[in-house]
């Protein structure tokens, strides 16, 4: 079922940080092994926990925000609790048809506590995210893909295949051009639009000063695919 104990969450962040450390690696996957993405948090351990442990919880799974390298979740099967939450902080999400997302943490007198419910909030807003939490409602790929929560959902035999596919296309893409959009859209989500915009003005100026944005045009002119560098 791909449980997650408290330890691994750590675990999962120091392997987000050390991929985007790593220059050979573009972009970033999380997939899980078997027929199940997961189905939540380790229960047993929850009330062992250390307060350390537990004051960590947001932050260790926000870690694919973190990462300035586009970061991909492919999802089947259960995907509840914690792997839920985990999936809703990167940048993309492929879904099986299988699959199924829930956050049922008031079946056990408790919230979602890894920002997955402030996430959701912000993609389908509040009154759809109260069906989905305080009813700890199961959602189909397809509703979420309705919804706005996820990228894509296609058949479980191509899941693996969409998501390569994907991954091969932002590869495409010059890594500086990828990393400021990223950021600048993160940064901005809560800004006011008039603030929102000026950073990204200011964005779109620093990019113009790069070898890749020069690379882009003159490959562009010259009909040939561009060879961008990252910087």
């Known amino acids: 079922?791909?449980?997650?104990?408290?330890?691994?969450?750590?675990?999962?962040?120091a392997a987000f940080e050390t991929l985007d450390r790593d220059d050979r690696v573009r972009v970033i996957v999380l997939r899980a092994v078997g027929p199940n993405f997961s189905s939540g948090g380790y229960i047993k351990g929850f009330l062992e926990a250390s307060p350390e442990h537990v004051s960590k919880l947001a932050d260790n799974m926000a870690a694919p925000t973190r990462c300035e390298k586009p970061v991909i979740a492919a999802n089947r099967g259960y995907c509840f609790g914690v792997g839920f939450e985990v999936s809703l902080a990167c940048d993309f999400r492929i879904a099986s048809e299988t699959v199924s997302y829930s956050l049922p943490e008031q079946k056990l007198g408790q919230i979602p506590g890894s920002g997955g419910s402030a996430r959701l909030q912000k993609m389908i807003g509040i009154t759809r995210t109260k069906d989905i939490v305080m009813r700890s409602k199961r959602i189909s790929g397809q509703q979420a893909y309705d919804w706005g929560i996820i990228t894509e959902v296609v058949p479980d035999d191509e899941l693996e295949s969409a998501t390569d596919a994907l991954v091969t296309e932002l590869c495409t893409f010059a890594p500086l051009a990828q990393r400021t959009a990223k950021?600048?859209?993160?940064?901005?989500?809560?800004?006011?639009?008039?603030?929102?915009?000026?950073?990204?003005?200011?964005?779109?100026?620093?990019?113009?000063?790069?070898?890749?944005?020069?690379?882009?045009?003159?490959?562009?002119?010259?009909k040939r695919k561009p060879e961008f560098k990252g910087y």
């Open 183 to 222: 950021r600048l859209l993160n940064e901005t989500e809560d800004m006011f639009l008039s603030l929102a915009i000026q950073a990204e003005g200011h964005c779109y100026s620093r990019l113009r000063q790069s070898d890749d944005f020069k690379e882009g045009v003159e490959a562009f002119h010259e």
């Open 1 to 13: 079922m791909n449980t997650i104990a408290m330890g691994q969450r750590e675990e999962l962040r």
